[in-house]
């Protein structure tokens, strides 16, 4: 297995990349795909950028692809800005969410007098 640093993932899109440490067998130090399908197969529920990870990879569509992985460590500071922008996300929903319940209570009786 080969390890490398997690360059960026993105959950809404399935999919992302990792930088290696190492070459290959062949000599090749690309960037190498990750889905979504691996990090399930791995239970891993998100990956965040500079997380250290272990993967075998093969050559799919011509390109390189990772077949399994492992998460090695986590980057904490990039878990915290993820976990806040989480937050922040619910927050905002929640916020709407009142927004329209508040205005749904309000209905017409404004016209009644």
């Known amino acids: 297995m080969r390890q490398g640093k997690v ?9 992302g990349f990792i930088s290696p440490d190492t070459p290959n067998e062949d000599g090749n130090t690309d960037d190498v795909f990750v889905h979504s399908s691996a990090l ?21 569509n011509g390109k390189l692809s990772v077949t399994t992985l492992k998460l090695i460590q986590r980057d904490e500071e990039s878990a915290r800005r993820f976990q806040e922008r989480r937050a922040e996300h619910r927050r905002a929903r929640e916020e709407r969410k009142s927004r329209e319940e508040h205005k749904e209570k309000r209905g017409f009786a404004f016209w009644k007098k």
């Open 40 to 60: 399930k197969a791995a239970d891993i529920r998100f990956l965040n950028e500079n997380d250290i990870v272990e993967f075998d990879e093969e050559v799919r």
């Open 7 to 15: 360059k960026w993932y993105n959950g809404k899109k399935c999919f």
